[in-house]
């Protein structure tokens, strides 16, 4: 199994960026596709981006062109690099890694909340 921890959240104004880190732990990283999740308050949890160990990608269409999903097998890493923010971005953002060969194997992080505000 894998145990992940998110980093990087914090206040920022629109247009500004932030860099949000998931570090695993635990065997076998290259095997999980690795996703990055947000819920607003009061609004339905999203997938934001999702990317496979081999590096194929896919994001939510209000945040395509704008945030970047890389992962590094090797550190057991996954970023999630957001520019251009905006308000609506504001959410608490779960890193979650998902057994490729056994759908019912997933886990998530603990979230890190990221706010979007002038």
């Known amino acids: 199994q894998v145990q992940v921890v998110e980093s990087g959240g914090g206040l920022v104004q629109p247009g500004g960026s932030l860099r949000l880190s998931c570090a695993a732990s635990?065997?076998?990283?290259?095997?999980?596709?690795m996703g990055w999740f947000r819920r607003a308050p009061g609004k339905q949890r999203e997938l934001v981006a999702a990317?496979?160990?081999?590096?194929?990608?896919n994001y939510a269409d209000s945040v395509k062109g704008r945030f970047t999903i890389s992962r590094d097998n090797g550190k057991k890493t996954v970023w999630l690099q957001m520019n251009s923010l905006k308000p609506e971005d504001t959410a608490v953002y779960y890193c979650h890694a998902q057994d490729s060969r056994n759908i019912a194997l997933g886990y998530w992080g603990q979230g890190t909340q990221v706010t979007v505000s002038s």
């Open positions: 990317i496979t160990g081999g590096g194929s990608t």
């Open positions: 635990g065997s076998d990283f290259s095997i999980y596709v």
